[in-house]
C-alpha cells in the first residue's frame, strides 16, 4: 500500500490480525527482507513491513535522512492505521529507526528488538568510512554495493547461502544513488541511545552475529551484563534472518510472545 507522504510515496504492508508488529528493514534492504519470517509472525500477530526513506518502493525526500526522519516517517504510518501500541524488530539501519521511534513515543512500545543493530552512535573510524563510501558511491555504485553488502555475511555464509546473498544483493542495487548516500549520512548524525534503552520499560532484546564485521558484539554484551537487557548470540555474521534463519525464527517467535 502507498500512503502519500511529504508529496511523496511511502510504501507499507499491513497483514494479519492481533497484536501489532512493526518490522523495519537495514540499509540497502527493503520490507521484502522480513519474507521468511513473516509467515511465522502472522500466526499470531498483525504485521506492519514498512520500506523505510530512500529504499524499495518509498521515495526520497531529502539528501540526509536521519533516523528521526525515518521514525516519523513510521510514525505517519501507524498513525494513519490508528495504531497506538506495538512491538518493533528493526534490523541493523532499522533498529536504529526503532531506537528513534521508541524515544519518540516510549509508552507506544510494548517490546523492542535490535537485529544485528545497536544502541551506540558511530565511532570516528566508521564515520570516516561511511563519508568515503559516499564519495566512491557517486561513480562506482554497482562495486561499492556488491563489496560492502558481501562484507556483512561471514566467510561460510558465502558459500553456503550464496543464492539468497545474491537475491538480497539484487535488492540492495535497486537502492538509488540518493537513498544510499542520505541514509548513512544520517547513520552518522545519530547519538548514543545506551541510557534511553536501559531506562525503556518495553521489553528488550539484541540479537548479535559473533562474526558480525559491523557490530561489536562483545562491547554491547558487556554494556548490558546488568540490565534487563536481553542478548542472544548467533553463530554468523550480520545477515541473521539469511545466515541464521533457523534460530532466528526461534528466537524471535518466542521474543514477540
Known sequence: MILEYKNSSLYYEDEGQGEVLVLLHGFLENSSMWEGLKPEFLKSHRVISIDLLGHGQTDCIGYIHTMDDMATAVQAVLDHLDITSFKVIGHSMGGYVALALAQDNPSAIRALCLMNSTYKADDNERIGIRKRANQMIKT?????????????????????????????????????????????????????????????????????????????????????????????VLSQGHMSHIENMKEITYILLRFIE
Not at 535488492?171 to 548524525?189: C, F, H, K, N, S
Open 140 to 232: 562506482n555504485f554497482e562495486a561499492m554495493v556488491r563489496m560492502s553488502f558481501t562484507n556483512l555475511f561471514s566467510e561460510e555464509s558465502r558459500i553456503a547461502h550464496q543464492k539468497e546473498l545474491e537475491g538480497a544483493l539484487q535488492i540492495a542495487l535497486r537502492t538509488p544513488v540518493q537513498g544510499y548516500i542520505a541514509a548513512q549520512e544520517g547513520m552518522m548524525l545519530r547519538t548514543d541511545k545506551q541510557e534511553f534503552l536501559k531506562a525503556l520499560s518495553a521489553k528488550k532484546l539484541i540479537v548479535i552475529g559473533e562474526k558480525d564485521p559491523v557490530v561489536n558484539g562483545n562491547g554491547l554484551l558487556e554494556d548490558t551484563k546488568h540490565s534487563d537487557i536481553e542478548t542472544v
